[in-house]
Protein backbone atom coordinates (compact mmCIF):
# COMPACT_ATOMS: atom_id res chain seq x y z
CA UNK A 1 0.00 0.00 0.00
CA UNK A 2 1.12 3.82 -0.61
CA UNK A 3 2.08 5.30 2.32
CA UNK A 4 3.69 8.95 3.04
CA UNK A 5 5.44 9.92 6.28
CA UNK A 6 6.25 13.18 7.59
CA UNK A 7 7.88 12.98 10.20
CA UNK A 8 8.69 17.07 11.67
CA UNK A 9 4.99 17.97 12.79
CA UNK A 10 6.10 21.54 13.36
CA UNK A 11 9.27 23.17 12.55
CA UNK A 12 10.14 27.29 13.84
CA UNK A 13 13.04 29.32 12.42
CA UNK A 14 13.80 32.47 12.20
CA UNK A 15 13.11 34.72 9.22
CA UNK A 16 16.34 33.97 6.47
CA UNK A 17 17.42 30.67 7.97
CA UNK A 18 17.22 27.62 5.57
CA UNK A 19 14.65 25.11 6.59
CA UNK A 20 14.42 21.40 4.61
CA UNK A 21 11.05 19.54 5.28
CA UNK A 22 11.24 15.37 5.36
CA UNK A 23 9.13 13.34 2.70
CA UNK A 24 9.65 9.59 3.11
CA UNK A 25 7.24 7.93 1.05
CA UNK A 26 6.28 3.84 0.57
CA UNK A 27 4.99 2.30 -2.62
CA UNK A 28 5.47 -1.00 -4.61
CA UNK A 29 4.52 0.86 -7.96
CA UNK A 30 7.98 1.66 -10.76
CA UNK A 31 5.62 4.82 -11.59
CA UNK A 32 4.90 6.97 -9.78
CA UNK A 33 4.56 10.74 -8.94
CA UNK A 34 5.12 13.24 -5.98
CA UNK A 35 3.89 16.32 -5.01
CA UNK A 36 4.28 18.78 -2.75
CA UNK A 37 1.51 21.59 -1.64
CA UNK A 38 1.17 24.54 0.37
CA UNK A 39 -1.89 25.40 2.69
CA UNK A 40 -1.49 28.80 4.23
CA UNK A 41 -3.85 29.57 7.05
CA UNK A 42 -7.15 30.51 4.50
CA UNK A 43 -6.88 26.72 3.80
CA UNK A 44 -6.55 26.26 -0.15
CA UNK A 45 -3.82 23.93 -0.81
CA UNK A 46 -1.25 25.22 -3.19
CA UNK A 47 0.51 23.45 -5.92
CA UNK A 48 3.60 23.37 -5.12
CA UNK A 49 6.07 20.60 -7.75
CA UNK A 50 4.76 17.04 -9.24
CA UNK A 51 7.91 14.88 -9.97
CA UNK A 52 7.63 11.59 -11.88
CA UNK A 53 9.53 8.42 -10.45
CA UNK A 54 11.89 8.36 -13.55
CA UNK A 55 13.04 11.69 -12.89
CA UNK A 56 15.52 12.40 -10.21
CA UNK A 57 16.95 15.71 -11.15
CA UNK A 58 16.91 18.14 -7.93
CA UNK A 59 14.96 21.18 -9.32
CA UNK A 60 15.23 24.92 -7.92
CA UNK A 61 12.82 27.59 -8.29
CA UNK A 62 13.66 30.74 -6.96
CA UNK A 63 14.07 30.11 -2.74
CA UNK A 64 12.52 26.66 -3.21
CA UNK A 65 14.44 23.19 -4.18
CA UNK A 66 13.78 19.80 -4.10
CA UNK A 67 15.90 16.54 -3.14
CA UNK A 68 14.48 13.85 -4.91
CA UNK A 69 16.40 10.43 -4.15
CA UNK A 70 14.68 6.97 -5.23
CA UNK A 71 17.45 4.91 -3.25
CA UNK A 72 16.02 6.09 0.09
CA UNK A 73 12.63 6.47 -0.88
CA UNK A 74 12.44 10.33 -0.34
CA UNK A 75 11.43 13.61 -1.75
CA UNK A 76 12.86 16.59 0.37
CA UNK A 77 11.58 20.24 0.20
CA UNK A 78 14.32 23.19 1.42
CA UNK A 79 12.96 27.05 1.44
CA UNK A 80 16.02 29.29 1.33
CA UNK A 81 16.26 32.71 3.04
CA UNK A 82 12.65 31.87 4.46
CA UNK A 83 10.38 34.88 4.70
CA UNK A 84 7.04 35.01 7.28
CA UNK A 85 5.20 34.93 4.19
CA UNK A 86 6.53 31.06 3.72
CA UNK A 87 4.65 29.93 7.33
CA UNK A 88 1.91 27.46 6.20
CA UNK A 89 1.45 23.52 6.62
CA UNK A 90 3.21 21.66 4.07
CA UNK A 91 1.88 18.32 2.32
CA UNK A 92 4.06 15.80 0.41
CA UNK A 93 1.78 13.30 -1.47
CA UNK A 94 2.31 10.72 -3.55
CA UNK A 95 0.09 9.15 -6.60
CA UNK A 96 0.28 6.02 -8.62
CA UNK A 97 -0.10 6.13 -12.36
CA UNK A 98 -3.61 4.16 -12.11
CA UNK A 99 -5.77 3.28 -15.38
CA UNK A 100 -8.39 5.38 -13.67
CA UNK A 101 -6.85 8.56 -12.65
CA UNK A 102 -3.49 9.97 -9.79
CA UNK A 103 -5.62 9.91 -6.70
CA UNK A 104 -3.33 11.10 -4.16
CA UNK A 105 -1.99 9.81 -1.01
CA UNK A 106 -0.59 12.81 1.37
CA UNK A 107 1.66 12.76 4.04
CA UNK A 108 0.33 14.38 7.99
CA UNK A 109 1.82 17.63 6.81
CA UNK A 110 4.22 19.55 8.41
CA UNK A 111 3.97 23.10 9.97
CA UNK A 112 6.26 25.91 9.54
CA UNK A 113 6.43 28.41 11.25
CA UNK A 114 8.60 31.50 10.31
CA UNK A 115 9.24 34.45 12.88
CA UNK A 116 9.95 37.64 12.16
CA UNK B 1 -8.56 30.80 -16.04
CA UNK B 2 -10.42 30.59 -13.12
CA UNK B 3 -9.28 28.23 -10.20
CA UNK B 4 -11.59 25.22 -8.87
CA UNK B 5 -14.77 26.95 -6.79
CA UNK B 6 -16.43 25.61 -3.74
CA UNK B 7 -20.02 26.90 -2.15
CA UNK B 8 -20.69 26.94 0.65
CA UNK B 9 -17.41 28.01 2.51
CA UNK B 10 -18.92 27.02 5.31
CA UNK B 11 -21.72 24.89 7.00
CA UNK B 12 -22.91 24.41 10.41
CA UNK B 13 -25.68 21.73 11.03
CA UNK B 14 -27.64 19.56 13.52
CA UNK B 15 -27.09 16.13 13.39
CA UNK B 16 -29.34 14.53 11.28
CA UNK B 17 -29.53 16.75 8.92
CA UNK B 18 -28.31 16.32 5.05
CA UNK B 19 -25.94 18.71 3.85
CA UNK B 20 -25.05 18.94 0.21
CA UNK B 21 -21.69 20.80 -1.20
CA UNK B 22 -20.76 22.22 -4.81
CA UNK B 23 -18.07 22.03 -6.78
CA UNK B 24 -16.95 24.07 -9.77
CA UNK B 25 -13.91 22.62 -11.40
CA UNK B 26 -11.29 24.57 -13.79
CA UNK B 27 -13.38 25.23 -17.13
CA UNK B 28 -12.30 21.78 -19.10
CA UNK B 29 -10.86 19.88 -16.65
CA UNK B 30 -12.45 16.45 -17.00
CA UNK B 31 -10.99 14.75 -13.92
CA UNK B 32 -12.63 15.82 -10.63
CA UNK B 33 -11.84 14.64 -7.50
CA UNK B 34 -13.19 14.58 -3.48
CA UNK B 35 -10.88 14.57 -0.49
CA UNK B 36 -11.80 14.82 3.29
CA UNK B 37 -9.59 16.69 5.43
CA UNK B 38 -9.96 16.48 9.99
CA UNK B 39 -8.14 18.88 11.82
CA UNK B 40 -3.87 17.98 11.67
CA UNK B 41 -3.79 15.40 8.88
CA UNK B 42 -3.41 15.70 5.51
CA UNK B 43 -6.25 15.34 2.72
CA UNK B 44 -8.04 11.77 2.10
CA UNK B 45 -9.15 10.52 -1.06
CA UNK B 46 -13.18 10.61 -1.05
CA UNK B 47 -13.96 9.81 -4.62
CA UNK B 48 -13.60 10.56 -8.27
CA UNK B 49 -14.88 11.15 -11.74
CA UNK B 50 -13.53 11.20 -15.09
CA UNK B 51 -16.09 13.79 -17.23
CA UNK B 52 -19.62 12.60 -15.58
CA UNK B 53 -18.75 8.97 -14.86
CA UNK B 54 -17.63 8.26 -11.06
CA UNK B 55 -14.97 5.41 -11.29
CA UNK B 56 -13.37 4.90 -7.92
CA UNK B 57 -14.87 5.44 -4.65
CA UNK B 58 -12.92 5.29 -0.97
CA UNK B 59 -14.18 2.82 1.10
CA UNK B 60 -14.38 6.17 3.43
CA UNK B 61 -17.04 6.99 1.41
CA UNK B 62 -20.16 5.10 3.73
CA UNK B 63 -24.00 4.73 2.45
CA UNK B 64 -24.25 7.98 3.85
CA UNK B 65 -22.18 9.90 1.30
CA UNK B 66 -23.40 10.37 -2.76
CA UNK B 67 -21.41 12.21 -5.08
CA UNK B 68 -22.69 13.43 -8.48
CA UNK B 69 -21.33 14.78 -11.73
CA UNK B 70 -24.66 15.16 -14.13
CA UNK B 71 -23.10 16.82 -16.91
CA UNK B 72 -19.72 15.94 -16.42
CA UNK B 73 -19.22 19.69 -15.38
CA UNK B 74 -19.87 20.69 -11.74
CA UNK B 75 -19.97 18.09 -9.10
CA UNK B 76 -21.90 17.99 -5.66
CA UNK B 77 -21.12 15.61 -2.70
CA UNK B 78 -24.15 14.74 -0.80
CA UNK B 79 -24.05 13.69 2.93
CA UNK B 80 -27.04 12.60 4.68
CA UNK B 81 -28.17 12.11 8.46
CA UNK B 82 -25.08 13.78 8.86
CA UNK B 83 -23.24 12.41 12.43
CA UNK B 84 -20.52 14.65 14.99
CA UNK B 85 -17.64 12.54 13.54
CA UNK B 86 -18.49 13.74 9.89
CA UNK B 87 -17.01 17.12 10.71
CA UNK B 88 -14.03 18.05 8.52
CA UNK B 89 -13.01 20.13 5.52
CA UNK B 90 -14.46 18.74 2.25
CA UNK B 91 -11.63 19.49 -0.42
CA UNK B 92 -12.59 19.64 -4.35
CA UNK B 93 -9.43 18.92 -6.93
CA UNK B 94 -9.86 18.64 -10.70
CA UNK B 95 -7.33 18.12 -13.51
CA UNK B 96 -7.01 17.88 -17.39
CA UNK B 97 -6.24 14.20 -18.56
CA UNK B 98 -4.82 15.77 -21.62
CA UNK B 99 -2.26 17.81 -20.29
CA UNK B 100 1.43 16.20 -20.20
CA UNK B 101 1.13 17.09 -16.47
CA UNK B 102 -1.88 15.36 -14.51
CA UNK B 103 -1.49 17.93 -11.60
CA UNK B 104 -4.51 18.19 -9.63
CA UNK B 105 -5.44 22.17 -8.66
CA UNK B 106 -7.96 22.31 -5.36
CA UNK B 107 -10.76 24.63 -4.17
CA UNK B 108 -10.97 26.62 -1.14
CA UNK B 109 -12.71 23.93 0.30
CA UNK B 110 -16.39 23.62 2.21
CA UNK B 111 -15.95 23.49 6.28
CA UNK B 112 -18.63 21.39 7.68
CA UNK B 113 -19.49 21.96 11.42
CA UNK B 114 -21.89 18.90 12.78
CA UNK B 115 -23.51 20.29 16.12
Known amino acids: AQKVTQAQTEISVVEKEDVTLDCVYE???????LFWYKQPPSGELVFLIR??????QNEISGRYSWNFQKSTSSFNFTITASQVVDSAVYFC?????????????FGAGTILRVKS | DTGVSQDPRHKITKRGQNVTFRCDPI?????LYWYRQTLGQGPEFLTY????????KSRLLSDRFSAERPKGSFSTLEIQRTEQGDSAMYLC?????????????FGPGTRLTVL
Open chain 2, 93 to 105: ASSDLSAPTDTQY
Open chain 1, 27 to 33: TRDTTYY
Open chain 1, 51 to 56: RNSFDE
Open chain 1, 93 to 105: ALSEAGEYGNKLV
Open chain 2, 27 to 31: SEHNR
Open chain 2, 49 to 56: FQNEAQLE
